[in-house]
C-alpha cells in the first residue's frame, strides 16, 4: 500500500522497483504480482502524481488507484487505503524509497514458508538500507540487534525486547491484516503517524520474525522530509504517545516492556527537541514543557531513572527544567564529565539558569553574513591549542593569512596557556557565540557542540585524533559496553556536517570510511600534528630533554596506556615503582594517562638506585615527550602510530588483549603485526626494555603500514585543500587578546 502526496520526481522508481510495468515500456509486469494487490492512494497531491498512477494502472491489473476528494496527510492515506486491501497481509511502502530487485517475490517466497508451517508471523521485519541524495548508502544501523537474534525463527516482543530499539517505521514491518485491523488501533494525524501502529503491533504480536535481507532502500536526506523541516507539526508526536499508552492501558505488557516504551519515547522527544532546525524557536518553550507533561503522565510505577547521562536527562525533562538541560547538552565535554564524575553535574546545572538567553542570542547572530575569513579551532572538547588543529592552523597563519584564527577554550587558565599571538574566546562567551554563528571555517578532532548549527556554505574539517587499533563510530554499535552512552543517531547527524575528513593512512581510511559514513571528501593527506615529528632534528630533540630536565645520556621511557571502558580513572597494569626498581638509576620513566583520565599516578617515590618516575600527564604537548622519549611502552593507545614516525623501539604491554579485544573490538591482530616487542607480562615487559631495540623488523613493517604519508607536508597538504591560500606572510607575535575579545 503507498501513500503518495508531492512525489512525482520519486514515484516511477517506487513503482518499477514493486514490479510494476511503465507506461509505454515493452514487456510485461513480474510475474510475482500474480498474488500482490498494489493499492496507491492518490492523497490529492499537488503535482502529476495522480495522472502517473492512473497511467500505470491502465497496463497493470495489480494496481489499484484511490484518489481523495481532500488531504488526509501519510496517516490517513494508509488508513483509507487499509480499508480497501483484501490481502491477507499488508505492507507500508513510502512511495519516495524503493524496493530491491526481486524483493516482491523474495517477500511473497518468505511469508508462504510460513503459512506452510502452521506458524504465520503476526509481523515480518525486514532489513534496509539507507540512501543517500548522493548515490551513497548506509547499512541498516540496527541490524546488529536483529540478525542472529530469536527474531529469526519467530518469538514475541517480550523474548527479545532490544526490538524496541530499533527504528519504529511500517515501511520495514509486514503485517498479518487481520491481526492489524484487530489491534483496534489506528494511524495517528500529522507527523510521526506510524508509532501508534507500530508499536502496539509489534508488543501485541504472537509471533515476530526477522528477516535478514535488504528489502527496502529508504531516503535520506530529501529535501521537504519531516526530519529535516521545521514545524510546529513535531509536536503531534505527543498525540501519537498518548495513543501508544492508551492501548498499553487496554492491553497490558509486562513492567519491563513498558518501561522501555516509556524510555523511547521520551528520548525520541528530546530528540527531536535537540535537532537543530526542527522545532521553531519560539515553540521550544511549549515543546519541552509538553515532554514534562508526558513524562509524568506515562511514567510507570515504580520507575527508577536510569545511571548515567541519560538519567540526569530523563530527570531533568521530567522536571521541566529547560535550561539547565539546555546547558547540559550545549556543552560538548560534559557528557564525558559526567559519566566520570558525578560532582561536575551540580555547578553544571546551576550554570543552566543563563543558557536560554545564549540560545536567543546564538540564533539572532545567524542572521548575520557569513565572515569569509574567519576560522573557529578547537581540540578535545575545548581543552586547549593542540592536536591536529594546531598544525593546520599554524600552517594556514603562514599560507593563508587573511583567514583570522580563533581558538575555543573552556576556561581562562587554558587561555593563559595558548601560544602568543593565538586569538582565543571562551566557551559560551558573547564571542564564542558570534564566532560560532557567523564563521566560514571549523576545524575540530573530535566534534562542536550538535546545538551550533552548520549554516549553508560553512566548511567543517574534522581531523580526528589518532589512527584506530580500535573500533569507532557505527562499529561500535557491536560493542555495548564500549558504546555505553553514545547516541549513534546524533553521531550520524554530527557525521552529516562534515566537509573534510582528514586520514593518516590507508589504513584509516579504510575503516573511517565504513565507521564514520557520509558524503565528505576524505582528505589522505597524513597527520598534520605528525609533521613535526618526521621533520624533528637532533637539535630539537636534545631542547626538548633539556627543557624537561632530563639529562644527556639517560635513558628515557615514556609509559602511556590507554582508556579501558567500564574501568573509570587510570588503572595501571604494570607495578611502576618494581619496573623502576630493575631499569635502575640510568632510566627515567615518565607515565601519561589518557586525557579522558582527571587524574594520574602522581609522583612515586622510588628507592636508591631505581629509576625515576615522573607523571607527565598534565604536560600541554605531548609531540614533546615523543621527542624526548628513547622507547614508548603502551597497549593499544594510537600513540604508537604516532610514535612510529621517529623510527625508535616501541614495546607494547598487553596483558589483558583478550579482554579488551572483547570489551572495545579492534581492526587488526596488534599481538600478530606489532611495531616492536610484545610483553604480556612484567618480566616480558623489563627484559624487552632492557634489550634495547629488540624487534627493530616488526617496527619497520609497522611503519610501512601505517605511516606512509608522514613526511612533513600533511598540515600543508590540508590547508591547500581547504582554504583560499596566498602568498606567504609571516603572522605578527603579539601577546593574547584579552578574554572574550572579538576575533581578530
Known sequence: MLPVHGVERFLPRCLDSLGLRAPGRPGRPDPALGEVEVIAVDDRSPDGCGELLDAYAAVNPALRVLHLAENQGLGGARTAGLAEATGRYVWFVDSDDWLPEDTVGALTTELRAGEATGEPPDVLLTDFTHQYPDGSSEPNPWRHLLRGSPLVAGCTAADHPELLRTVMAVWNKVFRREYLLGLGVSFGRGYYEDISVTYPALLAAGRLRYLDRPCYHYRRGRPGAITATASPKHADAFAQYDAIFDFLTRHPVSPALTTLVYERTVKQALTVYDSPGLVPTGLRPDFFARIAEHSARHRPAGYRYPAGLAGIQYRLAAAGARRAYGELRRTGRLPRVLRRQAKAIAPVLRRGVRSGARFTAYSALRRLPLDEQLAVYAAYWHRGYACNPAAIYRKARELAPQVRGVWVVETKAQAAA??????????????????????????????????????????????????????????????????????????????????????????????FSRAFPGRYELLETGYPRNDRLALATPAETAAVRERLGL???????????????????????????????????????LVRTHYFHTGGPGELGTGAGAAEIRDVSDHPTVEDLYLAADVLVTDYSSMMFDYAVLDRPIVVFAPDWEEYRRVRGVYFDLLATPPGAVATDQDQLTEALLAGDPAPAAR???????????????????????????APVPAPAAANPPVGATPG
Open 418 to 511: 595558548l601560544p602568543d599571538g593565538v586569538p582565543y574566546v571562551l566557551l559560551n562567551s558573547p564571542g564564542y557565540l558570534r564566532a560560532m554563528a557567523t564563521a566560514k571555517y571549523f576545524v575540530n578532532n573530535v566534534n562542536f557542540p550538535h546545538t551550533m548549527v552548520k549554516r549553508p556554505g560553512s566548511v567543517h574539517v574534522q581531523t580526528q585524533h589518532g589512527t584506530p587499533l580500535k573500533t569507532m563510530g557505527m562499529d561500535l554499535r557491536e560493542y555495548p559496553i564500549a558504546a555505553e552512552g553514545m547516541d549513534f543517531d546524533r553521531l550520524r547527524e554530527a557525521v552529516g556536517r562534515w566537509d573534510y575528513l582528514v586520514s593518516p593512512n590507508p589504513h584509516t581510511s579504510e575503516h
Open 551 to 589: 639529562a644527556a645520556g639517560q635513558r628515557t621511557v615514556l609509559y602511556a596506556p590507554t582508556h579501558r571502558e567500564g574501568q573509570g580513572g587510570y588503572v595501571p597494569l604494570a607495578d611502576l615503582r618494581e619496573l623502576a626498581a630493575r631499569l635502575g638509576s640510568d632510566h627515567t620513566l
Open 700 to 726: 619497520a613493517a609497522f611503519r610501512a603500514r601505517f605511516c606512509p604519508w608522514d613526511d612533513g607536508g600533511a598540515a600543508e597538504r590540508v590547508v591547500r585543500r581547504v582554504f583560499p591560500v596566498t
